[in-house]
Every structure is written in C-alpha cells, then in structure tokens.
C-alpha cells in the first residue's frame, strides 16, 4: 500500500543519491503495517559510485531536513552485491522477491 510519506521519501532519496533502484520491503510492502511499523527502504547503488554508508548518511541528513515525524531504516548497497546477495537466503533475496520497486532506473 503506497501513502503519500513512501512516494515523499522516495522522492528525498532520488533527490540525495543517485540510484539504479529504490525498493520499499518490510511491513509496508507486504501489506501488514501496524501503528509502530517503520518504513523500510533498500537503494540499490551503482557499482563503483559511493560508499553505501555514504549515500544512507546523505539520505538520513536529507530526511532530518524535513517535517515528516516517521521512522526510516534505510540500506544500500552496490548493483551487483545487491544481486549476487539476492541469490543467496539473505535480507536481499526477502527484498528482491517481496518488496515493491518504487524506482527502477532502466
């Protein structure tokens, strides 16, 4: 279920890091949020840009910025950690498999 504060976050994300994708996972994207439910958000880097932990300090500073009173966990990784990950019984496979890809670059 997308509400207004995921597509508003996905915007601050595009606008703080240059991505391939952005992908929502979590309670949200499986349909079972509850009042104390996060977002959860996966940004899929491309290989070589920025440190993955650069570009989730870049996007929690640019949220900080904003009046959104919401919890965020973001993570992030390259392209092709992010794929050889998702073949693997990871955190990235429940995403590639079960999250809604709010962005997709190509």
Known sequence: MLNSDILNIKDRILSSVDCQKIILFGSYA??????????????????????????????????????????VDILANYKTRYEERSKLPTLERTVARQGIILYDRN
């Open 30 to 71: 499986y349909g079972a949020p509850r009042a104390d439910s996060d977002y959860d958000f996966y940004v899929v880097l491309d290989d070589g840009a920025e440190k993955p932990i650069r570009a989730v300090q870049k996007i929690y500073r640019d949220l900080a910025q904003t009046t959104m009173q919401i919890s």
